[in-house]
C-alpha cells in the first residue's frame, strides 16, 4: 500500500503531502534531536516531481504525529526548521521530550532504525508542468512546508538521514566543527594541566572522580585517533587535510594526558 502523493482539505487550500524512503536512521540522542535529508533537489521522484534548488524554504516547521496524523488531531511530536544544503531539503529539530506523544515517537523511530522513512506537508506555491524522456512531470519551483512526519512507505529517491546525533557545533559547516573540535580538546587539557598544578602547589592531586572523567576522555580520544588515521588512509591525502591535522592534534591532547597521569 502506497501513501497518496496529495490529499484535499474541505475548507482550507489544495494541501499536498510527499513521503520518501531510504531514510537511514543510525542513532538518536536521548535529548531527542534529529536531522533528516526528506527530499534530493534537481532528481526526479517517483511520483514524477522534480524539486528544484530553491524551492524549500528556510522556516520553523511541525513534526508531526506518525503518519501525518497530526493533521488530523494527533498532537505534534516535535519542531524544527527546514532548509537546504548541498543539494538537499534538511529538516533539523527535535522531539519533545517532555511529552507522552514526543518520547513514544522518539522511541519508535530508534526502534524503526533503517526502516524508518520521512514524510512532509506542503502547499505547492509555483510549479509547472514539463515532458522529459518521454514523461511528462512536474517541477517544483517553490514549496510552502508544514510539518516533516515518518511515515511507513516513502516514494522518493536516495533520501537518508544525517548527522542525528547532535552535539555542539552540529549545525555549523564541516571545516568550522573541526575548528571546534580542536578548540575544545585544547582547552579542556590545558585546563586539566592548570588544575593538576594547582592542586600540586596545594600538596593535593586531582579527585578520583576528575581522573576517572580524564580518562574516559583520553580513552575516547585515543579511539578517535584510530578511526581517523583509518580514515586518512582510505581517502585521498589531498582531501584530508584538515583530518591530519585533527588526528594530530588529538595525539598531541593524548600526550599530554599522559603528562597528567592518566593512563592511555
Known sequence: MTTPARIQFKDGPDYAYKTFAGAQLKELTEEGDITVAFAQLDVVDR???LTVAGAIPSKSVAMSAYGH?????????????????????????????????????HATVKAMGDLQEWSYGYLPVDYAFEQRDGQQIRVLKKLDIFEVS????GAGIGTHTRGIKAGPGAGLPYAEHLSLGLATVEAIVARSKDRAEFRAKEGRVLSSTNR???????????EAVTTLQALLEETDPDQGKSLAAAAQQIE???????????TV
Open 212 to 222: 576517572e572523567r580524564l580518562a574516559s576522555l583520553a580513552t575516547a580520544l585515543g
Open 150 to 153: 515518518p511515515v511507513l512507505v
Open 47 to 49: 511520483d514524477r516531481d
Open 69 to 105: 496524523t497530526s493533521w488530523f488531531g494527533e498532537l505534534p511530536t516535535g519542531r524544527g526548521d527546514t532548509r537546504e544544503e548541498s543539494g538537499w531539503g534538511i529538516f533539523g529539530g527535535k522531539f519533545f521530550m517532555d511529552t507522552d506523544q514526543g518520547r513514544n515517537a
Open 252 to 262: 598531541i591532547a593524548l600526550e599530554q594526558a599522559r603528562f597528567l597521569g592518566v
